[in-house]
């Protein structure tokens, strides 16, 4: 039997909140077994751009990552937040290592070729290397990855940190059974977007389409959905969405079952 | 016989000027058998720190490190310049991971004790863990070192990178033969400051404090030849001063040897 990996996403939101995210660390660090983090980075990214006179671009309420943007981007998700994560997991007793994409060519992209829209620099995930996320592993080192890939071209772009999750949970079942945890500010997914008590315990593809269909699921959390069941479809064992009480299993949250 | 493992350190000036980087990066990813790489960030962190409105606090010609300094300091030394080297070698086909001494508890060190002067997060190094760095060079992943080092206390530190490559250079001695290399804008030690071509192409002790007496050794590079020395009486094997082209050794350089 293969052992369990856990694959833990933190959402931009719980990273900004410091007494939170410390909590969120606690509860990280006490999780049994081999695991992964994977980071954005909140709107650290945008607060230094502002700061650094560099102008955020939108499109369609989609980022445009120019050159300044992809250097703020690997200033504050690779340096400042990824350090300081390891930082607190080291003092916790957890031993853990912080990584972008091109550190051991572990996430490999593409750049998203130019069809109607340039978006920059930005990659699609191609591939994770997963001898050597396994050789960490097997040394009781956590891999922290920041949400930035690498091309072959040699260039490091800016990536959706829930894709990276998905990606590497994917990846990593050929050798682990894995288990993915999105962690963010909700307890799951709600039944009512007004009502944060709403939670569905359970959401198998069956409800998940039915309430597409009943426009219940909010626009934000369709991507992420789409992706929790394609995931499953592509080897990960079990999805769970929720606050970081999650990590525990003592609070409410979602569980995502095919 | 144990093998020989290299350890080199890049000047901050030859970072700040993109050419003459990208001619290093190529010497250094031709250099053959196992090598670690440590660099500093130039002026690059002075200069984000000034857009950002931070002042750059200084005391007697000497730093000190507070805690937006601290801050500026991860973002461009471990994200920024770390993660844009790691791309610059995997382009070049050497497989390396940017790490600060937080990363797998690699750099262990001390917060200078305040005395007469508080120098803020500046650390001094105590432990190098060498069996961190050994799993990665024996899976040939060069470990790309920024600056920083990690107190127990769960701090991340501004530490001098001359200090950082010669204590691995120092630690790693144990299982390895060590030849430790400082890259800078100069040819070497220079016999007339005002003239490049005065390399002094020997320096051994003897030869250095007579040097010292007749003040021709200036005062930069004063305390990176104590260390050099000290190297040598802590199991190095041989430190090289000069140019990029000495780490193909086709261009005069200073060795030395004790």
Known sequence: MKSVLKIVKTGGKLIEDKARFQEF???????????????????FA?????????????????????ANSMQVITMVYAG???KNIVAGLQ????????????????????KRPVKEVDYGFVGDIEEINVAFISSLLEQDIIPVFSAISYSEEGEILNTNADSIAAEISKAMSRE??????????????????????????????????????????SDGMLPKLHNCFQALENGVSTIYLGDSGLLQKNSIHTKIVE
């Open 46 to 66: 945008t607060e230094v751009a502002t700061k650094l006179g560099y102008e955020t671009k939108m499109l369609d309420g989609r980022r445009i990552t120019d």
């Open 25 to 43: 660390l606690k509860d990280f660090s006490a999780m049994e077994g081999p695991k992964v983090l994977v980071h954005g980075g909140g709107n």
């Open 176 to 217: 682990y059974e894995t288990e993915l945890y999105y962690c963010f500010e909700k307890k799951g997914v709600l039944a009512d977007a007004q009502d944060d008590d709403s939670v569905i315990e359970v959401l198998d593809k069956e409800k998940y389409q039915e309430l597409v269909e009943k426009k219940i699921i």
């Open 80 to 82: 400042l937040i990824s």
């Open 91 to 110: 003092k916790l007793g957890s031993n853990a290592v912080g990584l972008c994409g091109a550190d051991g060519k572990s996430v490999i992209s593409r």
